[in-house]
Each structure stands twice: as structure tokens, then as C-alpha cells.
């Protein structure tokens, strides 16, 4: 890595657009690396600075680059649950199919923390797998069930991705279902989604 490249990756992490314009312009690399891998798209990316990710992309920058923990521009979208950069990566042509170190997509992320207009818009605007299964043998309904609150937002989740074709029935590796996990915890509303018999309360303990 030489000093333009340090200049663009520190540049990009800061949103300066104007100076990773600059750096482009000299000679920096559009995908360069920092030590842990990451490129400048990467780290507008994680911080949202959509139009310094926009200056990339003009660039070259390769949406679907993935550091040493094989996170990439497009995955961390779900994460951030950013709508904005999401849509500004997606004319790139990321790869839908691209997994996390947890062998997700995406949307599982995405689902496990509540990122609603996230999940609406991706479900909406991609072909991405509502069914992927990651490493932990969930998908993104479990997810969102197993990792998620039962708040509003994981609700307002569950009924997208039921809305989009997840299938309620995927079991988890043990053989639960995520009314099973929503059955378990309580969770009245995403059982009722789910189609579960409203729940008792739990019995009094002496």
C-alpha cells in the first residue's frame, strides 16, 4: 500500500468526498486495502457516506470486495440497515448471492435487527434469496425471530419476509420452527403472524 492509497481508504472513512476525489485523480487505487483488508468502498460503506460511495463506484470499486473478516460494501448494507446506500450499490450489480462469515446473506442481518424499510426495500428491488440458510442453519425468519426483540419492527419484519415467500416451516438444525422459537419466548404477536395458537400465560411458579 502506498501513501495515495492510505490517503483515499482514510479519506473514504471520513466521508471526504472531495478528497477521495483528489486521491482518485493522483493515482490512488479504488480498490486498495488497508491492513485488515478493507477498501474505501467498504468503509463509506460502514459509515453511510453515500456520495463518497458514489465517486467509488464511478471509480471502479468493486461492491462485492471482502476483507479479512469477509465482510463486503453490499453485506454490510444489512447490517447498517442503510436504504440509501443499498440503493446507490445495487446498479454495481452486487452479487445477491455473496455470505457474511456467517454464511449470510444480506437480509439475515438485516432481519435480526429490525431494519425494516431495509428488508421492505431489498425484498422489494432484489431477486435475494428469502430462504438462504447460514452456518448457524437459520434463515433470515429465524433470525429475526430467534435474535429479535418481538417488538414492532421484528414484527413488522416477520410479515415481510412471510409476505415475500419466507417459509414458516424451515426448521432450525435442532428441528424448531420459528413459531416454535416464537412459541418459547413469548413472543405472542410473531406467533400470531406465524400462525400459532395464542399463547397461554406462563404458570405461576410457588
Known amino acids: 500500500m502506498n501513501a495515495l492509497d492510505d490517503t483515499l481508504l482514510a479519506a473514504a472513512a471520513h466521508g471526504d468526498t472531495a478528497a477521495v476525489r483528489a486521491a482518485l485523480a493522483a493515482g490512488a487505487r479504488a480498490d486498495a486495502r488497508d491492513r485488515h483488508r478493507r477498501t474505501p468502498l467498504l468503509h463509506a460503506a460502514l459509515r453511510d457516506h453515500v456520495a463518497t460511495?458514489?465517486?467509488?463506484?464511478?471509480?471502479?470499486?468493486?461492491?462485492?470486495?471482502?476483507?479479512?473478516?469477509?465482510?463486503?460494501?453490499?453485506?454490510?448494507?444489512?447490517?447498517?440497515?442503510?436504504?440509501?446506500?443499498?440503493?446507490?450499490?445495487?446498479?454495481?450489480?452486487?452479487?445477491?448471492?455473496?455470505?457474511?462469515?456467517?454464511?449470510?446473506?444480506?437480509?439475515?442481518?438485516?432481519?435480526?435487527?429490525?431494519?425494516?424499510?431495509?428488508?421492505?426495500?431489498?425484498?422489494?428491488?432484489?431477486?435475494i434469496d428469502v430462504d438462504h440458510v447460514n452456518r448457524l442453519g437459520w434463515t433470515a425468519l429465524l433470525e429475526a425471530v430467534i435474535l429479535g426483540t418481538g417488538a414492532r419492527p421484528h414484527q413488522d419484519v416477520v410479515a415481510l419476509l412471510l409476505a415475500a415467500g419466507a417459509d414458516p416451516g424451515l426448521p432450525d438444525p435442532y428441528g424448531r420452527t420459528a413459531l416454535d422459537h416464537a412459541v418459547r419466548h413469548g413472543l405472542v404477536e410473531i406467533a400470531r403472524l406465524l400462525g400459532g395458537a395464542r399463547l397461554r400465560p406462563a404458570p405461576a411458579r410457588g
Request: proline content about 7%; charged content about 25%.
Open 53 to 127: 460511495a458514489r465517486v467509488l463506484l464511478d471509480a471502479g470499486a468493486d461492491p462485492d470486495a471482502q476483507d479479512d473478516r469477509c465482510d463486503s460494501p453490499w453485506l454490510v448494507t444489512g447490517v447498517t440497515g442503510s436504504v440509501a446506500m443499498m440503493r446507490t450499490l445495487l446498479p454495481a450489480g452486487p452479487d445477491l448471492r455473496l455470505t457474511d462469515g456467517y454464511g449470510g446473506t444480506a437480509l439475515i442481518p438485516a432481519a435480526e435487527r429490525g431494519h425494516v424499510a431495509y428488508v421492505r426495500a431489498v425484498l422489494d428491488e432484489t431477486a
